[in-house]
T-cell receptor
Framework: NAGVTQTPKFQVLKTGQSMTLQCAQD?????MSWYRQDPGMGLRLIHY???????DQGEVPNGYNVSRSTTEDFPLRLLSAAPSQTSVYFC??????????FGSGTRLTVV | EDQVTQSPEALRLQEGESSSLNCSYT??????LFWYRQDPGKGPEFLFT???AGEEKEKERLKATLTKKESFLHITAPKPEDSATYLC?????????????FGTGTRLTIIP
């Protein structure tokens, strides 16, 4: 039972490049979310999903896209990377009681 | 707008020295309040959920309590392995299970 798996763990992008952060969970959780964590700002919700085929925006969605074609996978796409997107990204999943299981994070640097 | 404020930002304790971390919150309606532990370079790890004022939860040396405006995480006789950042989060009633609003955390260091 791997829980929530995020790849890659580290990534450096040039401004304007695009990439996809992968997230997979093996707990059959309906709820999945993407957060970013920045110093002094706490975790902020980017996008979330309440089930396969259903996604919605969180607090800071600009510059990011998501899709949820299966229960297990919830990739986050950066369309055109900007230095302001330098952050640590966490994927999380829950069966619905609000106690989320988080992945180990992707540390992204945009230069 | 939902807000969560945690204090202190950082706390250094000697091993065995008990203390409390504070989480003050403002939310239109509270569905649940959550405590997480985060170790450096890792994702947050769930500790407790509290749903109503007066509720208490315990796990080993940790006890979480809840009032209508704040929550406390009490640490009794801490050990060095309790060193971590402790995060508080609230879940509003108008958002269901989709959204948590997090505080910035308290970085706890236990000195042997």
């Amino acid at each position: 039972n791997a829980g929530v798996t995020q790849t890659p763990k580290f990534q450096v992008l040039k401004t304007g490049q695009s990439m996809t952060l992968q997230c997979a969970q093996d707990m059959n959780h309906e709820y999945m979310s993407w957060y970013r964590q920045d110093p002094g700002m706490g975790l902020r919700l980017i996008h979330y999903s309440v089930g396969a085929g259903i996604t919605d925006q969180g607090e800071v969605p600009n510059g990011y896209n998501v899709s949820r074609s299966t229960t297990e996978d919830f990739p986050l796409r950066l369309l055109s990377a900007a230095p302001s997107q330098t952050s640590v990204y966490f994927c999380a999943s829950s069966y619905g009681a609000g106690s989320y299981t988080f992945g180990s994070g992707t540390r992204l640097t945009v230069v | 707008e939902d807000q969560v404020t945690q204090s202190p930002e950082a706390l250094r304790l000697q091993e065995g020295e008990s203390s409390s971390l504070n989480c003050s919150y403002t939310v239109s309606g509270l569905r649940g309040l959550f405590w997480y532990r985060q170790d450096p370079g890792k994702g947050p790890e769930f500790l407790f959920t509290l749903y109503s004022a007066g509720e208490e939860k315990e796990k080993e040396r940790l006890k979480a309590t809840l009032t209508k405006k704040e929550s406390f995480l009490h640490i009794t006789a801490p050990k060095p392995e309790d060193s971590a950042t402790y995060l508080c989060a609230v879940q509003p009633t108008n958002f269901g299970n989709e959204k948590l609003t997090f505080g910035t955390g308290t970085r706890l260091t236990i000195i042997p």
